[in-house]
């Protein structure tokens, strides 16, 4: 099956080989996304969680856009967190972007380290309808 790279100037570019989204068929997949800024590069809340938490849904939401998505379409999430006790601040932020009548599945995981140590990482699929 052929696939589409997918790229948004509004979210940040990527810092290693890979791509911001991928499309194959009607299904996007899109890479993990932590709290930097698109139009300075730099990460954004020094270690804040609720601001990178935030921070991380707007750049999911500007990959998203590219595919001409929105977070209602998202089917699946994984978070990474380096601290499960910031496990219900992290989830109340997510759950403002989410409603309960298109709450994706999702997966929350500890990690010992994420890219840039951040606090938060998320990543999603989302599918076309």
């Known amino acids: 099956m052929a696939h589409t790279i997918l ?3 509004a979210a940040p570019a990527p810092i290693g080989p890979y791509s911001q989204a991928i499309q194959a068929g009607n299904t996007v997949y899109v890479s993990g996304q932590i709290a930097l800024d698109a139009a300075t590069g730099q990460l954004t809340g020094n270690g804040d969680v609720v601001v990178e938490t935030h921070q991380v849904m707007r750049n999911l939401q500007a990959v998203l856009a590219a595919a001409g998505l929105t977070l209602r379409d998202v089917v699946k ?3 990474f967190v380096i601290d499960l006790g910031n496990f219900a601040l992290i989830n109340e932020i997510y759950g403002s972007y989410f409603t309960e009548d298109y709450a994706p599945a999702r997966e ?3 990690v ?3 890219p ?3 606090q938060v990482e998320i990543s999603c ?3 076309k309808a």
Do not use: E
Request: charged letters at 15%; zero cysteines.
């Open 108 to 110: 929350t995981v500890q």
């Open 77 to 79: 999430t994984s978070i």
């Open 112 to 114: 010992s380290r994420l």
């Open 125 to 127: 699929i989302a599918v």
């Open 7 to 9: 790229y948004s100037p």
């Open 116 to 118: 840039k140590d951040v």
